[in-house]
């Protein structure tokens, strides 16, 4: 659905001339850097009319622009109006965000953005590519010019109860988690350390929220030194258990907008060191996507160092309790979409009902809801029939959707929070008959899936090294996709977490993959107007037994713990070799052995779980 954002140009224009602003940049990101973001923070889309999680958009006087990536071209080319030029990220000859903006600047343009939406690296790379076109710089703009277009209709910030993670889910209490991350803060030699990611925070502390749709966080920010730890927060949210468990740790309790106060102390504290009024070095910590307005208040570049956060290296090597919880709710979250498939094939074929995307999404939200510790979606349920399946983070809408079409190909990308872990699964289907070029893409995507998922690798491998094995099949065949192979995954947390991922991203180079990791496993293919497929199972990484030991470094492979079946009409069983029906084979065997037991008295279940799930 398009949005016309006319109106809303000119007031932001206007904003951006009485405050001498030429150019105003709008990132998709709130002021923690959460990819999922509340309602009041979705400042990208109301400017632009996007929908779609990654993007940023830049205003001039007299031109638009919105930039994202692969996942979101379909999607943006279909939401935005007239007034925006698309920039596809990723193609060849087209340029960054950056780059535009930093060509819009030239003779000596201002540039600006909220400083507590941006990260410090990535505004100071923009002002030095600004200066180097001839701009005069990034100014930092306190008043969020978006929300002030917004006004009164910009929805409130929510302030949902938090709720304490209970040590038989999380595994590890927060005065072990404190003392570890104050052994590398010392290693470091820092004085503090400000925490600003959400899911950071959450796992921390064990606690939990619904501040942020789909996302068990809430608004905080936490303060780590040698011999404090303090949690900035709506006190009011917390209940008397979480209010001892707090105590009980020792973690001091401070409203949530007393931060900033507290940061300017610190500075404070920094500059009198430099005027000799200290003998002790003070050094603070952020993470890299931590705010500009966050380092700016504790000093600057003098004093603050900016790292990857070690809270979430530590957060993404699951301990044994959370490694059992995912594998447990996934047997479960198995068995809710092995239920929805079997009743919706039977609905649309044998009932010849006509059922829609988000009515067919609904009924599988209701499936998942019966199991036990089912908490809520992990996000929005890409529910897509034919060539709304092509279209990669594709959202059904109630009364614009489509109506599922039994003779097209099926793609249900879901997943789910329980309390024991996160579920992300993708299953592409077809209750017809598929034509040769559908289960050809099919059988392509789901060797790669296979290829990934039997590798073995040595220690210090990373996921940027094993992407290309998913992809081998499609490559060979002069097909690709346009998004990531894999992603971490949080522990009843974010269903994205980083650092790990498995793609082309620079950034998946820097961080090796880890015994303990959960990541996806996910290759698709998408023609636009006609059909899209993807296949997708959750992992875990472990260690695994070789014959030998080159460089005596352990070898590293993967477990998979999604728990459905695969779709046998789209598979053309003359492209797999044996050693991938054995894969198949054993693998719906595990299926079969771990569900089945949910569906006593339930033929129709029953009958669709072992048809999909029989040997080759």
Request: charged letters at 25%.
């Amino acid at each position: 659905m398009t949005v016309d954002t006319s109106s809303r140009l000119a007031a932001l224009r206007s904003l951006m001339k009485e405050r001498n602003v030429d150019i105003y940049v709008a990132p998709s990101e709130d002021s923690h850097s959460s990819e999922y973001i509340a309602a009041c923070d979705a400042r990208r889309e109301f400017i632009s009319g996007f929908s779609g999680s990654a993007g940023t958009a830049v205003i001039t006087l007299d031109k638009a622009a919105l930039a994202t990536d692969g996942r979101y071209f379909n999607q943006a080319a279909q939401q935005l109006d007239g007034n925006w030029h698309l920039l596809k990220t990723g193609l060849q000859d087209v340029p960054t965000w950056q780059d535009w903006a930093a060509g819009e600047a030239e003779g000596g343009k201002t540039v600006g953005v909220d400083p507590t939406l941006i990260a410090p690296g990535i505004a100071k790379k923009l002002d030095e590519s600004i200066k180097k076109r001839g701009g005069k710089g990034l100014e930092a703009v306190s008043e969020n010019l978006v929300d002030m277009v917004w006004g009164s209709d910009r929805p409130s910030r929510t302030s949902n109860p938090i709720v304490l993670l209970p040590a038989k889910y999380s595994g590890t209490p927060t005065a072990t988690k404190l003392a570890d991350l104050r052994k590398d803060l010392e290693k470091r030699k820092v004085s503090a350390f400000v925490v600003s990611l959400l899911d950071d925070i959450a796992w921390l502390f064990n606690l939990r929220g619904s501040d942020i749709d789909y996302n068990p966080v809430f608004f905080s920010y936490a303060l780590i030194t040698p011999d404090s730890a303090t949690l900035y927060v709506d006190s009011s949210k917390l209940n008397d258990e979480c209010q001892s468990y707090l105590k009980e740790n020792k973690v001091d309790v401070k409203a949530y907008d007393e931060l900033f106060a507290d940061t300017k102390v610190l500075a404070g504290k920094a500059w009198g060191q430099v005027n000799g009024d200290s003998s002790t070095t003070i050094k603070y910590l952020i993470s890299t996507k931590a705010s500009w307005a966050l380092k700016l208040a504790l000093g600057g570049e003098t004093f603050v160092d900016e790292i990857r956060t070690p809270i979430g290296d530590a957060k993404a090597v699951k301990n044994d309790t959370e490694l059992n919880g995912m594998r447990n709710c996934h047997i479960r979250d198995g068995a809710a979409l092995i239920e929805f498939f079997a009743w919706l094939e039977d609905q649309l074929i044998n009932k010849k009902a006509v059922i829609d995307e988000v009515a067919a999404a609904d009924k599988l939200e209701a499936f998942r809801s019966k199991h036990k510790d089912f908490v809520g979606l992990s996000f929005d349920t890409i529910s897509s029939t034919g060539a709304n399946a092509a279209v990669i983070h594709y959202k059904p809408e109630p009364g614009s959707c489509a109506v599922i079409d039994p003779n097209a190909v099926y793609l249900c990308d879901s997943g789910g929070q329980y309390l024991d872990g996160t579920t992300d699964t993708t299953r592409t289907l077809h209750f017809g008959t598929p034509t040769e070029a559908e289960k050809t893409a099919y059988t392509l995507v789901l060797k790669g899936n296979m290829a990934l998922d039997m590798a073995v690798f040595p220690k210090g491998t990373t996921g940027y090294g094993l992407d290309c094995l998913a992809r081998q099949f499609l490559w060979k065949a002069g097909l690709d996709y346009r998004h990531g192979t894999g992603h971490g995954v949080g522990s009843y947390l974010n269903v994205h977490e980083g650092p790990i991922g498995i793609g082309s991203r620079k950034h998946y180079i820097d961080v090796p993959l880890a015994a303990g990791n959960v990541i996806s496993n996910e290759p698709g293919y998408y023609e636009d107007g006609a059909f899209g497929i993807r296949i997708e199972n959750l992992v875990i990484v472990r260690e695994v037994e070789t014959k030998h030991r080159f460089g005596d470094r352990p070898f590293l492979g993967f477990e998979h713990v999604t728990m459905v079946p695969y779709c046998r009409k789209l598979i053309d069983e003359s492209l797999l070799t044996p050693e991938e029906k054995k894969w198949l084979n054993d693998s719906g065997e595990e299926i079969r052995a771990k569900t089945e037991g949910y569906f006593e008295g339930d033929e129709l279940t029953l009958k669709w779980l072992r048809r999909e799930t029989q040997p080759f």
